[in-house]
């Protein structure tokens, strides 16, 4: 019988090459959107395993608009009980952006938006902390105590930032008619850094790293306060975002305390945010899901179609196969494996476009340039699951029509 069905579902090959394109196509849909969903998944799990325990602080309202942590909040942390649970922690002061205005609009054509955010690190935190001084992919690091800096790899293959290794970036320190005070860093080395793949209108944070101690004396220069921090990032041994919480929570009543002085101090988890991502996306997952479903459920129309076309040209076959023996059950099941073999071959189909598709989004410049597609064994099941499903389903009205059909009418009709 399983040899009988398959030739009856290749009679009208025309029929049944379009059958399961229609088939292909919303599985298709299913399996290149299952897969991105799941890279993106993936990624977000990565993700959130690297940071569930850091802790980011910064000055709450800052006078000035910009954060200034004292020297000190450190040991003021390591000597309260919770000091015993740090694991490590960086920190960093952010040059104000006026210091490098005139690259604002001058890094991409025709993109207003970007900015080059100046930072001071301590190489030694940051090495341990395994920040950009440990990403350089060409070049080498700062020197601490030298105007040297480490630069994000994204400008390399920028359109105007014409300034590459060996040369001089220029640090505005102050800008007017009158004064135009500016400091020379040699650039020395690119740290790798990803691109958050938004499209190409959505301006973006470029990043150059110097020694703090530098910063510092910039900041000095420019007549701003200095040897503060902007922000300390803290590790903590958590496991969960409760934990990361109740970390978060101390270090507010230390601050609500007093213990920082006049500077009161705001704590983020960037484990909560990633989760917040996570949970995002969730919801959306759920909505391309439906899609997904709905698409292949109007696909798994065209096996009914097609069946039920089959099963009028067919009658008189059915009704002698009947008269020769077959029962009811035999004829369904007829039915039922032929439109199983048409949703088999949609869902070979629809996974062959999906690879192409896939690779072709993949080696196109934009936002799924940098997504990557996890192609899995169980979205592969997932895939060839509702095929099948499909094929039960589209085959089923067909098949109980084909098996109630009485001989005896059928033959006196013809």
Not at 159 to 186: M, Q
Not at 219 to 238: H, M, Q, R, W
Not at 319 to 327: D, P, R, V
């Amino acid at each position: 019988m399983l040899l009988f069905s398959i030739k009856n579902v290749f009679r009208k090959k025309v029929m049944a090459i379009l059958s399961s394109l229609g088939i292909g196509f919303g599985l298709m849909l299913m399996f290149v959107l299952g897969a991105f969903s799941s890279g993106v998944e993936a990624q977000l799990e990565d993700n959130f395993a690297e940071v569930i325990g850091v802790v980011e602080i910064q000055e709450q309202n800052p006078i000035n608009g910009r954060s200034e942590l004292p020297k000190n909040t450190m040991d003021i942390l390591f000597d309260a009980p919770l000091g015993e649970d740090i694991k490590n922690y960086n920190v960093k002061v952010s040059l104000p952006t006026a210091f490098t205005l005139p690259y604002i609009g001058n890094i991409r054509e025709d993109m207003d938006g970007d900015v080059l955010q100046l930072t001071g690190i301590n190489q030694t935190l940051d090495q341990l902390w395994k920040g950009p001084t440990n990403k350089i992919n060409l070049g080498r690091n700062f020197i601490a105590g030298e105007k040297e800096i480490i630069l994000d790899s994204r400008l390399i293959d920028v359109d105007k930032f014409d300034v590459g290794l060996g040369d001089f970036l220029t640090v505005y320190l102050e800008i007017s008619p009158l004064k135009n005070v500016t400091e020379l860093f040699e650039i020395v080395g690119f740290y790798s850094q990803d691109d958050s793949g938004a499209p190409d209108f959505v301006p973006r944070s470029y990043y150059g790293y110097m020694d703090l101690e530098i910063a510092w004396s910039m900041l000095g220069k420019a007549g701003l306060n200095n040897e503060t921090f902007t922000s300390i990032d803290l590790l903590f041994p958590s496991t969960s975002n409760e934990q990361t919480t109740a970390y978060i929570d101390q270090i507010i009543d230390l601050s609500d305390s007093g213990e920082f002085g006049d500077i009161f101090i705001q704590a983020f988890s960037l484990g909560q945010f990633q989760e917040s991502l996570s949970e995002s996306f969730d919801i959306f997952n759920s909505f391309f899901l439906i899609i997904s479903l709905i698409t292949a459920l109007a696909g798994g129309m065209a096996i009914i179609v097609s069946q039920l076309s089959s099963v009028n040209e067919r009658r008189k076959e059915f009704a002698i196969l009947k008269s020769t023996g077959w029962k009811n059950r035999h004829i369904f099941t007829n039915i039922i494996i032929e439109s199983l073999v048409l949703g088999i071959l949609g869902a070979v189909i629809g996974i062959g476009l999906g690879l192409g598709i896939i690779q072709l989004l993949g080696s196109l410049e934009g936002a799924f340039s940098s997504a990557t597609a996890k192609i899995s064994q169980g979205l592969v099941i997932q895939v060839l699951s509702f095929a099948l499903g499909i094929g039960v389903i589209g085959g089923m009205y067909p098949g109980i029509k084909a098996a109630r059909l009485r001989p005896v009418e059928v033959l006196k009709g013809e």
